[in-house]
C-alpha cells in the first residue's frame, strides 16, 4: 500500500473526529480550534465549559463524562487527551492543565457526589476547587477527590485516590496517594 493510500484511508475518522467535535460539544461555552472526539462524549453545561486547543476526547468503548453545575467551571486546556469512561465534573472549579493525559475510567471531581447538579450539598460538604497541572498524567482508575492539587509533571499511579497535594514533577501512587518518588 502507497504512502497515499494510507493517508487517504484514515481520512474519514478524521473528517468524524472533527465533525464530532462540533456536534457534541456544541453546548460548551468555548471550544477550541482543532479539537477531536472519538465518539460521543456527555455533556451536561450547566455553568460554563471551557475548552482548549487540540483537545482529544475518546469515548469509543465508554462515553466520557463531563459536567459542569450551575456555579461551576470545568476548564480543560489545550493539548490534553481524555481517555474512555472518565468523569470530570465541577460546582465550584476543576482545571485541567495543558498537555495532560488522563486515563481512562479517572473521577475528578470538586464534590463528593460528582454529576449530581442541581442538588444542594450536605452540611460541611461545600465544593473545593480541583487543580491538575501542566503535563500531569493520571494512569487508569484514578480518583481525584475535591480539593485535590496536582503539581505540574506529576504522574499518578493506577487506581490511585488522590487526597490533599502533589507536589510539581513527583512520582505518586496509592490510597490515598503519596509521593513514591520524586522526577
Not at 471551557?50 to 463531563?66: A, Q, Y
Not at 489545550?78 to 488522563?102: L, T
Amino acid at each position: 500500500m502507497s504512502r497515499w493510500s494510507a493517508r487517504l484511508r484514515d481520512v474519514p475518522s478524521w473528517i468524524r473526529s472533527r465533525i464530532g467535535a462540533t456536534v457534541w460539544l456544541r453546548t460548551c461555552t468555548r471550544v477550541g480550534s482543532g479539537v477531536r472526539t472519538f465518539w460521543r462524549p456527555i455533556i451536561v453545561n450547566e455553568g460554563r465549559m471551557e475548552i482548549g486547543d487540540r483537545v482529544r476526547l475518546n469515548s469509543h468503548w465508554v462515553p466520557i463524562e463531563l459536567v459542569s453545575g450551575p456555579q461551576g467551571l470545568v476548564e480543560i486546556a489545550d493539548r490534553v487527551y481524555i481517555n474512555y469512561g472518565s468523569m470530570i465534573s465541577a460546582q465550584r472549579r476543576v482545571r485541567i492543565g495543558a498537555g495532560c493525559m488522563i486515563g481512562n475510567h479517572c473521577i475528578i471531581a470538586d464534590t463528593e457526589t460528582p454529576g449530581t447538579g442541581g442538588l444542594p450539598a450536605a452540611p460541611g460538604m461545600d465544593p473545593r476547587p480541583v487543580e491538575i497541572g501542566d503535563g500531569a498524567w493520571l494512569a487508569a482508575r484514578v480518583t481525584v477527590l475535591p480539593g485535590a492539587r496536582i503539581g505540574a509533571g506529576a504522574v499518578i499511579a493506577a487506581g490511585s485516590v488522590v487526597a490533599g497535594e502533589i507536589p510539581a514533577g513527583a512520582i505518586a501512587g496509592g490510597i490515598p496517594a503519596r509521593v513514591l518518588r520524586q522526577k
